[in-house]
């Protein structure tokens, strides 16, 4: 199994996907391929994970290669030295406090840049006076994140009534915030199943033998995560649609 350094401009195939591109950027376990139409595809380097001439190789990180991290914690490319952007006149809201800090932790640098300011509601029972108040428009679109979005539930039936088309109201079928993040990166086998009009966070700490102190294992959870894939697709597909709601102005 051939071993073949992943230098700029080398065209490769990745099989499972058809994708074949020329070498752009080699960092971190990733190769970057470019296409012929200019799309541009990150894949990891696996033991033989690409084909050179329809041979199966193992594209390894050039020895001259730079160490230096260009992904941000969201997967997007690094712009060093980039300044933040002035602050649009759009919105992300979230429900609460924690759901505000696991989207800075991720998503923070790629927020600067696009100048999208995150706020927290502290729960949504008000959410369509709240969009109402806010004026959402075609150069100040308005995205919210609402837990626990499923059919038939209260926050369904609040996220229904808000019908502005430049407000989106998205959201993620986890209880909290906290189930959003992968067990296996706070380093459980799964999170708990807490029996109805119990307090969910604080029934979570017992089931896991932590101390009843939300707010400390809130700072646990969240510093064990490092990048989007600590966190659950299901998330994360909803933060980047409406990153791209905000950002998409006329």
Not at 158 to 165: K, N, P, Y
Not at 219 to 229: A, F
């Amino acid at each position: 199994m051939p071993e073949v350094p992943a230098d700029p401009g080398l065209v490769v195939e990745e099989p499972s996907t058809g994708f074949c591109g020329a070498v752009i950027r080699c960092e971190a376990g990733t190769v970057t391929l470019e296409d012929r139409f200019g799309k541009h595809r990150v894949f990891p380097l696996e033991p033989r994970g690409f084909l050179l001439e329809g041979r199966v190789v193992t594209l390894v990180r050039p020895s001259n290669a730079p160490v230096r991290p260009t992904r941000t914690a969201s997967g997007s490319v690094a712009v060093p030295g980039a300044r933040a952007r002035v602050a649009r006149a759009g919105r992300i809201y979230v429900e609460g406090r924690h759901d505000a800090e696991l989207v800075e932790r991720v998503w923070g640098d790629d927020l600067r840049i696009e100048g999208v300011v995150v706020e927290y509601l502290e729960g949504v029972d008000d959410l369509p006076s709240i969009v109402s108040s806010f004026s959402p428009g075609p150069d100040a679109r308005l995205g919210v994140l609402v837990d626990h979005l499923v059919p038939g539930t209260k926050e369904w039936r609040i996220a229904e009534s808000v019908t502005s088309e430049h407000a989106l109201v998205v959201g993620h079928p986890y209880i909290d915030v906290w189930e959003a993040v992968k067990p296996s990166s706070v380093g459980i086998r799964e999170w708990p199943r807490i029996p109805h009009g119990e307090d969910w966070k604080k029934g979570v700490c017992r089931a896991l033998g932590w101390p009843e102190n939300t707010g400390e294992a809130w700072q646990r959870i969240l510093s064990r995560v490092r990048s989007y894939k600590d966190l659950e697709p299901e998330l994360l597909g909803r933060v980047e649609e409406l990153i791209d709601f905000v950002t998409d102005q006329p």
